[in-house]
């Protein structure tokens, strides 16, 4: 018999006998890593006050609040009318941000991708922006907007639009580094030009690619909308925050809820979208 690694049992046993020092030594790496990973996270939890008492005090909290939430309740129509326009100001931020962040990082990500690149100083300048831009969470981008235009859904936009250009730019400029070459040097090979080379050779293999990066990142941003609105940027985070800070439970569970299935629908509608579009893909190949 042969092993997936193409040897059979008897030439593995063999090296292994002939080797015996080295799969030792390897074996034991393997035993010190685990050991060290271990060791590390146990003095992280020592560190941080981890406590297995606090924590089960916690779980026993965290149920009497349950408790506190039900039944949902969205008080009185004038209320619910409240909640329902913050809701969909909360896709709308995320809607816009999602898209402004996209159509900034996509000509940004032929810069910084390496076969479409103009000068390779560009392109290490443009790779270091977006890692950058990405390395500051939305929740800090949306704390320093609200300083700098004011409370409202703007903030909240230009926060999701700032963090999400840099993880555009580095998904979109790793997908045209992947494309094949044979469309571009058959367009060139016709007589295009590098504008056409990308327009027809390298867009239409990346944007199945791209367009479900888009909906996965419009769906996480949803979330990422609601949090941001709790510091000021719009939405319902901003209904919620308030109905926590009344302590009215009941609303709370009742806004969660109304999050969950706005959520759900997203996902579900970009789950059938990138489906589509995955399958448009292998049947135009």
Same mark, same amino acid.
């Given at each position: 018999? =042969?092993?997936?690694?193409? +040897? ?14 080295? !799969? ?6 393997? +035993? ?22 606090? !924590?089960?005090?916690?779980?026993? /909290?965290?149920? /009497? ?5 039900? @039944? ?41 991708? %390496? /076969?479409? =690149?103009?000068?390779?100083? $560009?392109? !290490?300048?443009?790779?270091?922006? !977006? ?6 969470? =939305?929740?800090?981008?949306?704390? #320093?907007?609200? %300083?700098?235009?004011?409370?409202? @859904? ?39 030009? &590098? ?8 867009? @239409? ?11 996965? +990142?419009?769906?996480? /941003? ?15 985070? $901003?209904? $919620?925050?308030?109905? #926590? ?22 996902? $579900? ?12 893909? &292998?049947?135009?190949?």
């Amino acid at each position: 018999m =042969t092993g997936d690694d193409g +040897y059979s049992a008897l030439e593995e046993t063999a090296l292994r006998t002939r080797y015996r020092s080295s !799969f030792a030594r390897d074996s034991r790496m393997g +035993y010190y890593i685990a050991a060290a990973a271990t060791a590390l996270l146990a003095y992280g939890l020592w560190h941080l006050g981890f406590s297995i008492t606090k !924590f089960l005090h916690g779980i026993a /909290n965290l149920g /009497n609040f349950v408790v506190l939430m039900f @039944p949902p309740s969205w008080g009185d129509t004038a209320s619910l009318f409240r909640f329902v326009k913050a809701l969909g100001e909360t896709v709308a931020i995320a809607l816009l941000g999602t898209m402004l962040a996209a159509a900034i990082a996509l000509p940004l990500s032929f810069l910084a991708a %390496n /076969n479409t =690149t103009v000068s390779q100083i $560009l392109r !290490f300048f443009a790779r270091r922006s !977006f890692d950058t831009l990405r390395g500051v969470d =939305t929740l800090v981008w949306a704390l #320093i907007w609200v %300083n700098v235009v004011g409370l409202g @859904p703007f903030a909240g936009v230009l926060a999701i639009a700032i963090s999400d250009i840099g993880s555009f730019g580095k998904l979109f400029s790793e997908a045209i580094e992947a494309s094949d070459k044979k469309p571009v040097e058959g367009v060139v090979a016709s007589g295009g030009s &590098r504008l056409h080379a990308i327009r027809f050779g390298i867009l @239409p293999q990346v944007a199945p690619v791209l367009i479900s990066q888009f909906l996965y +990142y419009f769906e996480s /941003n949803t979330r990422s909308a609601t949090i941001i609105g709790i510091v000021g940027a719009g939405g319902i985070g $901003l209904q $919620l925050s308030e109905q #926590i800070r009344t302590l009215e439970w009941q609303t709370v569970c009742f806004i969660i809820i109304m999050i969950l299935m706005t959520v759900s629908v997203i996902d $579900l509608i970009s789950t059938r979208l990138r489906t589509a579009i995955a399958g448009d893909a &292998r049947t135009t190949i």
